[in-house]
């Protein structure tokens, strides 16, 4: 495949400082609208039960704002369906600004909701509202941010590497949104931190947004859309297209990702209802632990990216899903001690086995479809585990240990979705090292 700047092919100069471009702004943009999606969930943990459920009982109020974070992953497949469409017709740059002015928006609004005791169950209804427009935001994200980065990959060899960097901005977004939240904590008394202190967070969003927009507007659309545009090979209607020709890769891939995203979501979300509630250890303990596990994931996701390239994608996933399956007890059995030296352990370890996953999945499921039906078809795939691991996650967390009061119950439900990421993942197909610019259909 060549690379064309306007039909202009591009020297292995000028294509090599436009993958560094798009690899930057994608992970400059995930790391955005991944902090403003996590803000979310660690407020839904800390704060959001008692302002904005204040007449319920512990357990209630954190099911109800665990329930308003869920309605966020069901925005997701939403916003994987709408700007999956535009990405396969007006292409990757349009769309992910799209998406990110659609997530900063309704993040910095979110700093403006009253809680109960000012308008009452309104509140709960705003912020609902406002987080299903998270969910659509961050639901196009992803597909285009893989796609910029890894369309732009040079030869085979290195797609698993290069499309781990986007990845790269959930750790970073984890770390960025933890640290102003642990900042913000620490800096305030408790009455303070849970009527303004909370917000301030998601007030800092309004910049972090207009940073990620200057990096986007200056990337080229990617080489394959280039072709695809050039060939006049654009579809009509990719989200229907794509259902009709690959809905099996659109199954598998949702249910690959439930090992790692059940998981990574009880692992950094639903952690903080379980340490400060369950485990009594102090809120700055669990978001430094959580913050330094991020800084992990720094290293482990492209490693582990890079590790795909030389085994095998699918190889490399479900090494990572046994991984996952066997931690969950590590975990709860490290956790359920209370010494605080060990539970910071559990929670900066919880990170790696999810990497393991992580790292190659990018490549593992954008690598599935066929490249007109690309952005639609790894969008859907991808967001559609919302609703199956993400977003039930938490709630599914916090039942388990209400009802059975340990958490090995948890941890028998993380090895449940491990034994179902397995499965679905060996059904996969794995195209490591493999020409993906071709339309894989229309070459049958």
């Not at 085994?311 to 956790?335: D, E, K, P, Q, T």
Request: charged share 10%; hydrophobic share 50%; net charge neutral.
């Amino acid at each position: 495949m060549t690379a064309t700047m306007a039909n202009i092919p591009l020297s292995e100069a000028q294509h090599r400082s436009e993958l560094r471009k798009a690899v930057i702004a994608a992970t400059v943009g995930t790391t955005i609208e991944w902090y403003d999606f996590f803000i979310y969930g660690t407020a839904a943990g800390l704060v959001f039960g008692k302002l904005y459920f204040p007449h319920q009982d512990a357990v209630t109020a954190t099911l109800a704002a665990f329930g308003t974070y869920f309605i966020g992953f069901v925005g997701r497949p939403i916003g994987a369906a709408i700007f999956g469409h535009y990405g396969d017709r007006i292409g990757r740059k349009a769309t992910l600004i799209a998406t990110l002015l659609c997530m900063g928006i309704a993040t910095f609004l979110i700093a403006f909701v009253p809680a109960y005791s000012s308008i009452g169950i309104w509140g709960a209804v705003i912020l609902t509202v406002l987080r299903v427009f998270q969910g659509i935001g961050v639901g196009g994200e992803w597909g285009g941010s893989v796609l910029i980065s890894m369309e732009w990959a040079r030869g085979h060899d290195n797609r698993g590497f290069v499309a781990s960097w986007p990845q790269f901005g959930v750790p970073s977004g984890l770390f960025i949104s933890t640290l102003v939240m642990a900042a913000c904590s620490s800096w305030s008394s408790d009455e303070f931190f849970h009527q303004w202190g909370w917000r301030i967070p998601f007030l800092l969003s309004i910049v972090l947004i207009a940073i990620g927009l200057w990096v986007r507007l200056g990337i080229l659309e990617t080489p394959v859309f280039q072709k695809l545009v050039s060939e006049r090979n654009i579809e009509r209607a990719p989200i229907l297209e794509v259902l009709k020709k690959q809905p099996r890769e659109i199954i598998l891939s949702a249910f690959a990702r439930m090992s790692e995203q059940a998981p990574f979501y009880i692992f950094t979300t639903f952690i903080f209802a379980y340490g400060t509630g369950a485990l009594h250890v102090p809120r700055d303990l669990v978001l430094y632990a959580v913050m330094v596990a991020a800084m992990v994931s720094f290293i482990s996701i492209p490693l582990f990216g890079h590790i795909s390239d030389l085994i095998g994608r699918r190889r490399m996933y479900i090494i990572g899903a046994v991984a996952v399956g066997i931690f969950g007890f590590i975990y709860f059995a490290l956790l359920d001690t209370g010494a605080p030296a060990l539970v910071f352990i559990a929670i900066v370890l919880s990170l790696i086995p999810h990497d393991m996953q992580y790292g190659p999945q990018a490549a593992l499921i954008a690598e599935a479809f066929t490249p007109r039906l690309r952005y639609s078809g790894a969008s859907l795939g991808y967001q559609l585990a919302s609703i199956i691991a993400g977003g039930p996650g938490p709630i599914i967390a916090t039942a388990l240990f209400a009802r059975y009061q340990t958490g090995y119950a948890i941890a028998v439900y993380i090895a449940v979705c491990a034994v179902i990421s397995i499965i679905a993942t060996a059904m996969m197909p794995d195209y490591t090292g493999k020409d993906v610019s071709i339309e894989y259909d229309k070459a049958a």
